[in-house]
């Protein structure tokens, strides 16, 4: 277990979780294996354009805490799929309230369809969503 994974800082759990998913991307990871993304150029392809040296760190993070488990897909070069754990899939409840606080308040975001599978949205949404300001 990472260093971090202890409780040093406070006991207080909403300090703990921010340890582990409190920085500008963590839940955007998790957002797009909640959406179906499994390969490190899935995530590479969301819209907000993470740097190649910080989802390698976010995703080694989240493996650490026991959020996604790795497995290899193919041997030469190695490659890996990332899936949610059972602990990574509860917070999905946390992910969809933050939906809905973000839209409620800023009602100028994205809103995921209310019928059929929930998707991230392109880098053509976000840039219509963006133009409209």
Known sequence: MPKSAHVERSICPI???LDILGDKWTLLVVRDLLLGASRYND??????????NILADRLKRLE??????K?????RPVRHEYKLTEKGLALRP??????????EFYPQ????????PAKRPSRKTLHGINSQR
């Open 94 to 103: 946390m992910i969809r309230q933050i939906v809905k606080w973000g839209n």
């Open 71 to 75: 497995s290899a897909y193919q041997a």
């Open 64 to 69: 650490e805490h026991g959020l996604i488990h």
């Open 43 to 52: 995530f590479l392809e969301a819209p907000e354009n993470i740097r190649t």
């Open 15 to 17: 300090a703990v979780t």
């Open 109 to 116: 975001t994205y809103t995921p369809p209310k019928k059929g």
